[in-house]
């Protein structure tokens, strides 16, 4: 999935985010895990909001994402913040030529953008081919209660001065995942009128036992399973999964 015209609204959108908590997850397993290195490659990076975070700890960070639109906002960020990071378009299931660093992260449900089993067993072996040994894989995916009882047939509205929106989501095709159907209605304020565009996304999860296998299958060792940002085991209703992998070899 690409973004288009949403890509210049994400941020704005997206303000309330608590990106903090990432940053601030991936410090702590990093200390965990007694992992020294400074590399870092943020895939599916959007508009580079974590990318910038983990810049200004020091990390030298790459970033990969599959949107052009993204990644022309991130390169601005980047630049308007005084960095020179490196952004790449690629499909994370088809990653190459990045060489290997010491972190490896998926951030903000992107995963579950991948629509097969297939696609998201590619990922796992490419990022393991990217990751140095004793590296962590780090990663957060929408859980199948967030996806069926949460976002299913559910409607989501905001209704803003110089932005709206409203948020559709129906059953998709597969199992556990859902289509969000999203109308935009942004001010053109050299006209005072609103300009609507519509975009169509998808989600699909998959079981924590089978996203562990599909990670044990690659290589990797797994660490840790937790959820919503807390060092805790996933329960019943949690809604954003974590896990932290290791290369083995």
Request: net charge negative; charged share 25%; proline share 0%.
């Given at each position: 999935m690409s973004y288009e015209r949403f890509a210049y609204l994400y941020d704005e959108l997206m303000?309330?985010?608590p990106y903090h908590q990432w940053a601030e997850l991936v410090l702590k397993k990093l200390e965990d895990y007694g992992v020294k290195g400074r590399?870092?490659?943020?895939?599916?990076c959007g508009t580079g909001e974590l990318s910038l975070r983990f810049a200004r700890e020091g990390f030298q960070v790459t970033g990969v994402d599959l949107s052009t639109d993204m990644l022309s906002v991130a390169r601005s960020k980047a630049e308007d913040a005084g960095f020179h990071l490196p952004f790449f378009e690629q499909n994370m299931a088809e990653l190459?030529?990045?060489?290997?660093f010491d972190?490896?992260?998926v951030f903000c449900?992107?995963?579950n953008y991948l629509q097969t089993a297939e696609e998201v067993e590619k990922t796992f072996s490419k990022v393991y081919q990217h990751l140095?040994?004793?590296g962590l894989f780090i990663f957060d995916v929408h859980s199948i209660y967030k996806i069926t009882?949460?976002?299913?047939n559910q409607t989501f509205t905001l209704n803003e001065d110089r932005l709206a929106y409203i948020w559709n989501s129906f059953p998709g095709e597969a199992p556990n995942s859902v289509e969000h159907e999203l109308s935009f209605f942004v001010l053109d304020e050299s006209s005072s009128k609103y300009n609507r565009f519509d975009e169509i996304h998808f989600q699909r999860t998959f079981s924590v036992e089978q996203y562990s296998?599909?990670?044990e299958h690659a290589g990797f060792k797994l660490l840790e399973v937790c959820a919503d940002f807390e060092d805790a085991s996933p329960s019943a209703d949690s809604e954003r999964i974590f896990f932290i992998a290791k290369r083995i070899d």
């Open positions: 303000q309330d985010a590399t870092l490659l943020d895939l599916a190459e030529g990045l060489g290997q972190v490896i992260g449900d992107s995963l140095k040994e004793d009882q949460v976002f299913m296998r599909w990670l």
